[in-house]
Nanobody, 123 residues
């Protein structure tokens, strides 16, 4: 059974940093793309960034480029989203997802989803 479990969310002041983790289990993900999405209250879910597990190639939403960094740890089967210089508009529930299309920014192209972790940014 495939499981994606996010952790690391919390409350941070604007300008601060957080690192989210997504622990993957239940299958081999070496041929998958891991995406990070977020959804703020009253807004649609949006793509944040992704990483191709095989070679670590990353791609990002323009508004987070230079502030967010995605990485992976093969030994731990875990993907990370490092978020720096956080802004109030980054506040949302963050989800990780796994899919096979690269690069994909569409949520419906991802097959597996985690339960989400809340990121709150105070101004």
């Amino acid at each position: 059974q495939v499981q994606l479990v996010e952790s690391g969310g919390g409350l941070v002041q604007a300008g601060g940093s957080l690192r989210l983790s997504c622990a993957a289990s239940g299958r081999t993900f070496s041929n998958y793309v891991m995406g990070w999405f977020r959804q703020a209250p009253g807004k649609e879910r949006e793509f944040v960034g992704g990483i191709r597990w095989r070679d670590g190639t990353t791609y990002y939403k323009n508004s987070v480029k230079g502030r967010f960094t995605i990485s992976r740890d093969n030994a731990k089967n875990t993907v990370y989203l490092r978020m720096d210089s956080l802004k109030p508009e980054d506040m949302a529930v963050y989800y990780c997802a796994a899919g096979v299309n690269f690069p994909s920014i569409k949520g419906d192209e991802y097959d597996y989803w985690g339960q989400g972790t809340q990121v709150t940014v105070s101004s």
